[in-house]
């Protein structure tokens, strides 16, 4: 059974971090794309970061760049997103997503808000 569980949402002050895991299991993890999402509510979901399944080379939205890094561990099965000096518009829940030519799996989120 395929799953992504992400963790490490929370509530942090502008200017924090945080580090969000998503755990996978029930599929080759090393053969996929991994990245991270965001949705606010009213909002379409928007991609906040990528890393490449064989090279491991990352990509950013330009929102984050500078501040957000994508990583992942394929002995651990989990893709991290280390999110330093935080503002209150990276308020959203963050979803973990693999993907692969007509395979794509999605976790079930994490909320992350940003406020003093």
């Known amino acids: 059974q395929v799953q992504l569980v992400e963790s490490g949402g929370g509530l942090v002050q502008p200017g924090g971090s945080l580090r969000l895991s998503c755990a996978a299991s029930g599929f080759t993890f090393s053969s996929y794309a991994m990245r991270w999402y965001r949705q606010v509510p009213g909002k379409e979901r928007e991609l906040v970061a990528g890393?490449?399944?064989?090279?491991?080379?990352?990509n950013y939205a330009d929102s984050v760049k500078g501040r957000f890094t994508i990583s992942r561990d394929n002995a651990k099965n989990t893709v991290y997103l280390q999110m330093n000096s935080l503002k209150p518009e990276d308020t959203a829940v963050y979803y973990c997503n693999a993907d692969r030519p007509f395979y794509h799996y999605w976790g079930q989120g994490t909320q992350v808000t940003v406020s003093s």
């Open positions: 890393i490449t399944a064989i090279s491991g080379r990352p």
